[in-house]
């Protein structure tokens, strides 16, 4: 296989990425220029075109997404996305650490297109090192007139500001997002209106992932065409793959979506295989809200359509943990239940209860106070929190059933073994001890 | 008028209502927690999802949606096909009430709410016998967040009225909410403690036995409440309530839903102000003293007592030395009746309105709202009546005077007779109207709570509070509204109204629509009420 010629990546590594003088010495800040010679409809399409889906989860295209904006709207707001909290996923950052010029040209060029004078980037409260370099950079556009008032001489102003979460992965989602942005409690927004109609301080707002926006400039420069010859045309363009776990290579890789989880953890150029002799049990192949995927599935390909036919909520962030064989599947189960129990925001009845509930249940079994119909509970609680299509008003409550379901289902002996193998009576009395 | 069919059956509903409101109004029974009418619609308690026919995304073919949608959120739109009666949406329905009392204390014996909780009466209905949780609850604190109101954030379902009603309506925003999951509480700021003049309604709000009013705590059940609807006595805007209460003890007031005028709210100082109705100290039976003599006479004698004693009056000295000083707390048909006999004994007498009593400025609620955005105003008159008894007045002809004037004028001699109306739940006479009740050869004072008045008077009868009186008040913006009586006078008095119409020369009950129907001849403007429905019905 022809090694894959880093895009996102290519200046990881490189002495002083960050600064805006080894970017542009490598390349950089060109697309912008080329971009404000078109029009914004022109780039539009061309995003369109070269069909550039969301990198944040969903993958939804950016340029449908783009084209919702009303016509005749008056002000725009572009948010970027950078409240990277899905856990093991650490793409985003990466690009923000290595290469936030990179960001910052995207961000210009798709404010460019959807006319947003004004960008929000959205950092999770945890990122403070990423803050301090994102901002920099900022200055440094700044002082450069690549932002601020007629940017490149053209017409184009644009002003941008860093915001920083308060740490909730509820603010991930994009109206959760927008409400934590505009000072108030990170509580999912219902839909309709949408964000594109009325978002943020209630003008038209365009929310896109960090990386999606990084894509942007090389589609620009490169033509949709190129974007399109990388990968599948259903999932077309470069992507970060994250691998963490016990293997001999864990972080972030940069390739096509045609490799397969298998290939992920085994490639000398990604996971490296496995360490200490151990063996793959399980893995999340995209994010934890994802699913799980067990030793027989490694041949599921990476891309947004495939994770379907195993039973997977989608691609996700493309960042899978990898999780040993001598590793005790109650202890996944708690663990992610316990991430989803905490992190439910609070508003809808069906996550706010389900979720705890479920935590409270893998709690309890791997205190080895299980009892069989547990099992039967937590797959039922899982479908009655609804499982696409959802009953609450954002999608965290399906990110929250699916590890837990697809571990159940693809895990259930393992489980069932333990709990049978706990000594007889002891769920019952641990149940009294424990009420 | 929107056509929309909800479980095949064709309804028409109101333009510009929810599918929720619509389905309500309809007669449907849908479960519903966070959905006010008077609020914003946030769509987070799940529980009124339902199934909507969509157009398909590819092939535009209209079919039932296979997601459930929040009925509360979605607009009633000409030719909308929905659907409650299917599994789907019964099966969401029950789950969520299972999730609804995983972490509630199922409290219920020692609840207030016991009895009008939507959580049992959806339980009952939507929900499932038996939880399956079987590890320990979640246990929120019992909070006391103001003067007059505790938490129980235990109980809470999280439908964030209460949060939503302090920042829309009273726009004083006390509340908020704390923390993330199922350990998500409503909550105050430290040291800000929910105290607005409108925070009683929180506790109405509140679909379940989370907010609690310490006035009313571990008083009664609700059950045995019966409930006497009424009129505000508190201000001038005259707000439509409803008066709990159970062995002649009025246990709380809460507001009725009255789109003139209150919509669903009231304020505290009308919620909290029935307390004088049970004060030990009330007159309670008639008097009559003859120099230093006092007896008690019969109800039957009193007619009499009073025409004889007026007739003489005037016989002595003339009709034009009488005056009646009709209280602003007394009902139209009660004052109509007075002037009646005056006017009957004294064709020449005056008649005049008695004080009314003003305190601070009007507040507007949020402040500084304007338009529309007003959602409720506490008005600076402490009177239910006075466009009533000025309406009268002035339909009556004849003289007719300002407080001030009758004030002026008695002062100066002119008057030797007087009836004086009080009533007020506050001490009303003030330092120049005392100096007048020494001033008349009859004097006749008719008031709850002893004063100048009372105790200088030839004849006192002991007037009612509200609660015990039947009639009609006209409120700030001109609409006369009817209250009925829910408990009876304390013993040994009689309801004004009654007595009234015995003093005017009729005979049998009173009845407010009787004396309105004879009203109308001579007071046509207040011969009309306006008795707000409860339709079209609307959300709990």
Same mark, same amino acid.
């Given at each position: 296989m022809a090694a894959f010629e880093p895009v996102l990546l290519r200046n990881r590594g490189v002495e002083g990425s960050t600064t805006l003088k080894v970017y542009e010495s490598r390349g950089g800040y060109q697309a912008v220029r080329k971009a404000l010679k078109q029009t914004p409809d022109e780039i539009v399409a061309e995003v369109k075109k070269a069909n550039l889906r969301g990198r944040g989860g969903a993958g939804f295209p950016a340029g449908v997404k783009w084209g919702f904006l009303p016509k005749d709207r008056k002000k725009t707001l572009l948010c970027v996305n950078g409240d990277e909290s899905e856990p093991p996923t650490f793409c985003n950052r990466v690009l923000m650490e290595h290469d936030p010029h990179q960001l910052i040209e995207g961000t210009i060029i798709a404010a460019y297109a959807v006319q947003a004078q004004t960008v929000y980037i959205y950092l999770r409260g945890e990122f403070h090192e990423q803050f301090h370099i994102v901002q920099k950079a900022v200055d440094q556009a700044y002082a450069a007139g690549y932002l601020g008032k007629k940017i490149f001489g053209s017409d184009f102003s644009i002003e941008m500001y860093l915001h920083r979460g308060a740490g909730a992965y509820v603010c991930g989602e994009e109206t959760g997002l927008i409400e934590s942005l505009e000072g108030k409690r990170g509580w999912p927004r219902i839909k309709p209106p949408f964000p594109a109609i009325e978002g943020a301080f209630r003008l038209p707002t365009v929310v896109n992932n960090v990386e999606t926006l990084s894509c942007v400039p090389h589609i620009i420069e490169r033509g949709a065409d190129w974007f399109t010859g990388i990968g599948p045309a259903h999932s077309a363009g470069p992507k970060l793959f994250c691998i963490s776990g016990p293997v001999k290579r864990p972080g972030c890789y940069e390739g096509a979506m045609d490799i397969t989880v298998r290939e992920l953890i085994e490639r000398e150029d990604m996971g490296g295989g496995m360490i200490d002799g151990k063996h793959v049990k399980a893995v999340f192949p995209g994010g934890c809200s994802m699913g799980i995927l067990s030793a027989d599935e490694l041949d599921m390909k990476l891309d947004f359509d495939d994770p379907r036919n195993f039973g997977l909520l989608g691609l996700g962030t493309a960042a899978a943990v990898v999780i040993p064989h001598d590793m005790d599947m109650r202890v996944v189960l708690r663990n992610m239940a316990r991430f989803y129990g905490t992190e439910s925001c609070g508003q809808c009845t069906q996550c706010r209860e389900g979720t705890a509930w479920m935590h409270k249940i893998a709690t309890r079994i791997a205190a080895d106070a299980g009892r069989p119909e547990d099992l039967d509970v937590l797959l039922e609680t899982a479908r009655n929190m609804g499982m696409m299509p959802g009953l609450s008003i954002c999608g965290l409550p399906d990110g929250a059933t699916f590890p837990i379901e697809t571990t159940v289902k693809k895990f259930r002996s393992e489980l069932e073994e333990y709990i049978l193998a706990q000594p007889k009576g002891r769920a019952e009395y641990l149940l009294r001890v424990l009420n | 008028m929107a056509k929309i069919i909800i479980d095949s059956q064709e309804i028409e509903c109101r333009d510009g209502v929810t599918a929720l409101q619509a389905a309500i109004e309809a007669g449907w029974d849908v479960p519903h927690y966070c959905y006010h009418p008077g609020l914003s619609v946030v769509a987070s308690c799940r529980l009124c999802l339902m199934e909507m026919k969509m157009p398909h995304p590819q092939t535009k073919e209209m079919g039932w949606a296979p997601k459930l949608l929040p009925s509360c959120q979605t607009p009633a739109r000409e030719g909308m096909e929905i659907r409650f009666n299917t599994e789907k949406v019964k099966k969401n329905q029950e789950n969520c009430m299972e999730f609804f009392l995983l972490n509630h204390p199922l409290d219920c014996p020692v609840c207030d709410q016991a009895g009008e909780c939507h959580l049992q009466d959806y339980s009952y209905k939507f929900g499932k016998a038996e939880s399956r949780m079987v590890d320990q609850k979640l246990k929120n604190p019992k909070k006391d967040i103001g003067p007059r109101t505790l938490l129980y954030s235990d109980r809470c379902v999280m439908c964030t009225r209460c949060v939503r009603f302090t920042q829309e309506v009273s726009g004083t925003h006390e509340l908020s909410i704390v923390n993330r999951g199922s350990r998500v509480e409503i909550d105050v700021f430290p040291g800000l403690p929910l105290d607005n003049p409108l925070q009683g309604n929180v506790v109405d709000i509140c679909p379940v036995g989370c907010l609690l009013d310490k006035d009313f705590l571990f008083q009664r059940r609700v059950w045995e409440l019966k409930r006497g609807e009424s009129v505000c006595p508190g201000c001038a805007r005259g707000c439509s309530i409803s008066i709990d209460h159970v062995d002649e003890k009025v246990y709380r007031l809460k507001p009725r839903f009255n789109p003139k005028v209150n919509d669903w709210w009231m304020c505290d100082e009308g919620r909290f102000g029935y307390e004088y109705i049970h004060d030990k100290k009330r007159i309670s039976s008639p008097l009559v003293r003859r120099g230093l003599e006092q007896t008690t006479p019969n109800w039957e004698d009193v007619p009499a007592v009073l025409r004889y004693r007026f007739e003489q009056f005037v016989k002595a000295? +003339? +009709?034009?030395?009488v005056v009646a000083v009709l209280s602003p707390f007394m009902a139209n048909e009660e004052a109509w009746l007075l002037a009646k006999f005056i006017r009957d004994v004294a064709p020449e007498a005056s008649l005049a309105i008695g004080p009314v009593p003003y305190e601070g400025d009007d507040q507007i609620f949020p402040a500084k709202a304007s338009g529309d955005g007003i959602k409720f105003t506490i008005l600076k008159e402490k009177a239910p009546n006075r466009k009533g008894i000025e309406s009268l007045l002035e339909s009556l002809g004849g003289s007719t005077l300002t407080c001030e004037q009758f004030v002026e004028k008695a002062g100066a001699g002119e008057f030797m007779a007087a009836w004086v109306v009080g009533g007020y739940p506050k001490p009303w006479v003030d330092k120049d109207t005392a100096k007048l009740a020494g001033k008349f050869d009859l004097l006749v004072a008719q008031d709850i709570f002893e004063n100048e008045f009372t105790t200088k008077a030839d004849i006192v009868l002991p007037a009612c509070a509200w609660a015990e009186r039947e009639g009609s008040f006209t409120n700030a913006d001109g609409l006369s509204q009817p209250f009925h009586w829910a408990i009876v006078p304390p013993d040994g008095a009689r309801r004004d109204g009654q007595y009234l119409f015995e003093i005017a020369g009729e005979t049998g009950l009173f009845s407010a629509a009787r004396v309105r129907e004879m009203m109308a001849a001579s007071v046509p403007n207040l011969s009309q009420v306006y008795e707000s429905q409860r339709k079209p019905a609307h959300a709990h």
């Open positions: - | 000295q +003339g +009709g034009a030395k």
